[in-house]
Each structure stands twice: as structure tokens, then as C-alpha cells.
């Protein structure tokens, strides 16, 4: 069922206890969106009739820990709770959720607030609309005099991570308003954007050289691939969650339409990031390789030969290239 209710009670249906969870590998709307609809259902848990409200994050980059509503985390383990509602945000997917579908499938109802083309459907209610942003989204479903400024740097952060600081083609003229109301709320937006989007620790900054340093241009320089190892990761002393600025520094190369970042996950296990400017749908590309995202903003896994993954990728990326008459 696609609803169309524009305001969380509705969603809520005086559910007593509720989960509230993300995506693999948690990404800043991901955490701003989970972080501020808990906070909100905490704090007018009596008014709406909760007993109970628990969060499902993965570990996150230490630059989120400025967020409030992070202490209530619960490990993403495998769990037997029953909730009256499982709330999955930013999650294209079931298998998104990770260890805690487990949690969604023993849940008496399950909602789906997400903003991805990809989505399945997956829920028993399923609010996917286009926006910028999960968090976008969740501004969208509570009254602004019931937004604070906690959570209101919530719903900030994640908006700027997933519009890229409001210069992606996602960025509306709603968006804007709504971060124009969220500033309103006395947040530090200056410092959000700052400490959580453009700041690198060293180490970070050495595995973005490294990784321009070896990218390759592959079908007249329509497209850049870069991949890095376990092993380089362990070198430089850095985790998956250190990666987060590559794929956009590969992105701006000039004539570039595709950037591939693929970096290994498990022993012949690979994530691949994909940005295009827009002729190449990589969501297409990556959905048929089990992952999905946005039109200019998609990932998957991908198991086997990294060299493979990177010829099969380029593939379908050449393939759709050729349709526009652009190789
Ligand atoms: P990333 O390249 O990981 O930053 O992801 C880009 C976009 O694609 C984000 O909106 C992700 O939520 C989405 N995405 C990444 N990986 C997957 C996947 N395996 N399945 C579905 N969506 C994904
Ligand atoms: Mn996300
Ligand atoms: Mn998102």
C-alpha cells in the first residue's frame, strides 16, 4: 500500500513500541533522519502514546557524535523483540536494513519513509516520496512548532549530506525552505556543514590522494574508476567509514559522466559507489547488480574478481553511453 498521509500520527496509529532503523553502513541522512524521528517520538512519547522507543544504527563516522539522540542506539544485532511498528528509514531495500530485518519481520506493522526510485515496496506501509532526503521527508511529516533545535540539527545534517551542501539536482526550492526553517531553530549550520561534511582527518585526506592518485579513465574518460584494498585500508590505518569523501573528489573530474569507487568490503566482497551527471542512470546499473540508489547516486555489492566487477560495471555503463551516442 502507498500512503499518502502527510502527518506521523497517522503513520503511527497509537502503536506503543516502536523501532526506529536505517541502512548498512549508516550515511548522514540516514543518521540525521533516524536520530531526529527518535528524538521527536522520545520526547512526545506520553502525547503520543508510546511506552517504548528503540534506535538500530550501525557504527557511524565520528563526525555525526555532535548529533543528539545517538545515545539511545542499540547495537545492530540480531534480536528477538516484537514492536507493535518497525519504522526503516533511508532503506531502498529490506535487506538494507542488515542484521535487524530479522527485528522488522517479527513487528506487527512495518513502515517504509524513504526517498530512493529504487525502493521496493518492501513494508506494510510504505510513505516514499521524492525529495532530497529521508530527512526531508520526516520535516515534512511533523508540525514545525514541534521541532527542535536538536532536532532540527538532525534534519539539517541530513539534508546537506544527501544534497551534497544544496548543489545536487535533488535540492528543491522546498528543500531550501525547509533548511531556511531549520536555521530558524538556532542551529550552527555553519559549523553542521563544516565538522560533519567537508572536515577529513589526516588519514582520510591520505586515502582520497592515494585513491585520485590510482584512478584510471576507461572509455574515452567518460568515466573514472578507483578501488582500494583491505590491505591499503589496513596500511593506512582507515575503515569503510573513512571512505565517505572518495567518489565525490573522483565525481568532479572534468568530462567525467560516471565515477566508480570500489572498495573491498570482505575477502572478495566489493561496495561500489557510483555518481553520474546524469546520462548514465547508475541506479539502473546498480539495481541490476542487487544494489540500487538514485539516478545520479547509486550503489551495490558486488562478490568476485575485483577486476571483473570493474569490467561488468563498465559494461552496462558503456551500453547505456552508446543509446545517448556518447562513446
Ligand atoms: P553510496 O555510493 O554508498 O554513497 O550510495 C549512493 C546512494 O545509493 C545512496 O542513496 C544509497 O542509499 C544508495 N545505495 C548504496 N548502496 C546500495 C545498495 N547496495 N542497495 C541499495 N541502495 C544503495
Ligand atoms: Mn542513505
Ligand atoms: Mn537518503
Not at 213 to 219: A, C, F, N, R, Y
Not at 224 to 247: E, H, W
Amino acid at each position: 500500500m502507498v500512503i499518502n498521509m502527510d502527518k506521523i500520527r497517522d503513520i503511527l496509529n497509537n502503536s506503543k513500541k516502536i523501532a526506529i532503523a536505517g541502512h548498512v553502513r549508516p550515511d548522514g541522512d540516514c543518521i540525521g533522519s533516524s536520530t531526529a524521528l527518535y528524538q521527536y517520538l522520545s520526547l512526545y512519547k506520553k502525547e503520543l502514546g508510546i511506552e517504548q522507543v528503540d534506535i538500530y544504527l550501525e557504527p557511524y563516522g565520528d563526525q555525526f557524535q555532535l548529533l543528539s539522540g545517538l545515545e539511545g542506539i542499540k547495537c545492530s544485532c540480531a534480536g528477538n523483540e516484537v514492536y507493535d511498528m518497525f519504522i526503516a528509514l533511508d532503506c531502498g531495500s529490506k535487506d538494507r536494513l542488515g542484521v535487524v530485518s530479522e527485528i522488522f519481520d517479527l513487528a506487527k506493522t512495518t513502515v517504509n519513509i524513504d526517498h530512493h526510485i529504487s525502493n521496493t515496496m518492501f513494508a506494510t506501509i510504505n510513505h516514499v516520496a521524492e525529495a532530497s532526503s529521508t530527512s526531508e521527508i520526516i520535516y515534512t511529516l511533523i508540525d514545525d512548532d514541534k521541532i527542535t533545535k536538536e532536532i532540527a540539527t538532525s534534519l539539517y545534517v541530513g539534508i546537506i549530506h544527501d544534497t551534497g551542501v544544496f548543489k545536487h539536482p535533488n535540492t528543491t526550492s522546498r528543500t531550501m525552505t525547509i533548511a531556511g526553517k531549520l536555521i530558524d531553530k538556532g542551529i550552527d549550520y555553519s559549523k553542521l556543514i563544516n565538522d560533519t561534511f567537508y572536515a577529513k582527518t589526516y588519514k582520510q585526506n591520505l586515502i582520497i590522494g592515494r585513491c585520485l592518485m590510482e584512478s584510471i579513465l576507461v572509455l574515452d574518460g567518460k568515466v573514472i574508476v578507483s578501488s582500494i584494498s583491505q590491505k591499503m585500508m589496513d596500511f593506512y590505518d582507515v575503515t569503510t567509514a573513512d571512505l565517505d569523501g572518495v567518489v565525490e573528489k573522483l565525481r568532479v573530474t572534468k568530462g567525467v559522466e560516471v565515477a566508480m569507487f570500489v572498495y573491498e568490503t570482505n575477502p572478495s566482497e566489493y561496495k561500489v559507489s557510483m555518481r553520474s551527471t546524469g546520462k548514465v542512470n547508475v541506479s539502473k546499473i546498480a539495481v541490476y547488480f542487487g544494489g540500487g540508489g538514485h539516478v545520479q547516486a547509486a550503489g551495490c555489492t558486488i562478490h568476485g574478481r575485483l577486476n571483473d566487477a570493474i569490467n561488468n560495471l563498465t559494461l552496462h555503463i558503456e551500453a547505456q553511453l552508446k543509446e545517448i551516442n556518447e562513446v
